[in-house]
């Protein structure tokens, strides 16, 4: 915010060169593009409506806070007898928590709010591929992700059956 007679030259920093803007009016809005968290500081402002005036300055920082893109990985590729149950485990980095997609072929599941280690127990009745197909993270800033081991397949073995004959004399 500023007050006074506008125009104004601002001066600030992110810890770097300072950066002058001049000409500028309240309300002016700078977008910021930083790859990892920022602190900007407001170093000077002055009125250059009629007399330059060198001003004084009230809150002096903003921080823009940056999240590191969520990934996740599917894991529980194994196994198992007919009827019996797995689990399929979620890695997740980033800042938690996070929403996940997957699908065995059919309609996909979403689950929220989880976090890192993150279990399901499945029971398929055939061979099922499970397909992570989206991640996010919902701490704070919503993050679209990336996916790391993007399938894990839980092979059902049949339930074997025996019989036994014979003949009585």
Same mark, same amino acid.
């Not at 104004?8 to 910021?32: K, R």
């Given at each position: ?14 810890? #770097? ?58 894991? #529980? ?87 036994? #004959?014979?003949?009585?004399?």
């Amino acid at each position: 915010t500023l007050t006074g007679v506008g125009p104004f030259n601002v001066t600030y920093n992110d810890g #770097g060169a300072p950066v002058t803007l001049t000409g500028i009016s309240n309300g002016h809005t700078v977008s910021v593009t930083p790859a990892t968290t920022k602190t900007y500081t407001l170093t000077a402002v002055s009125s250059t409506g009629g007399t330059t005036c060198t001003g004084t300055i009230g809150t002096a920082t903003a921080t823009v806070t940056v999240n590191p893109t969520p990934t996740g990985s599917i894991g #529980g590729t194994t196994t198992i007898c007919q009827g019996s149950s797995t689990n399929l485990t979620f890695t997740l980095t980033g800042v938690g928590p996070f929403n996940v997609t997957y699908n065995d072929g059919g309609a996909p599941v979403t689950l929220t709010g989880i976090s890192n280690g993150h279990t399901v127990s499945v029971t398929p009745a055939t061979t099922k591929t499970y397909t992570l197909t989206a991640v996010s993270s919902t701490g704070g800033t919503t993050c679209t992700g990336t996916i790391g081991t993007a399938t894990a397949t839980v092979t059902v073995n049949p339930t074997p059956t025996g019989s036994i #004959g014979g003949t009585t004399t």
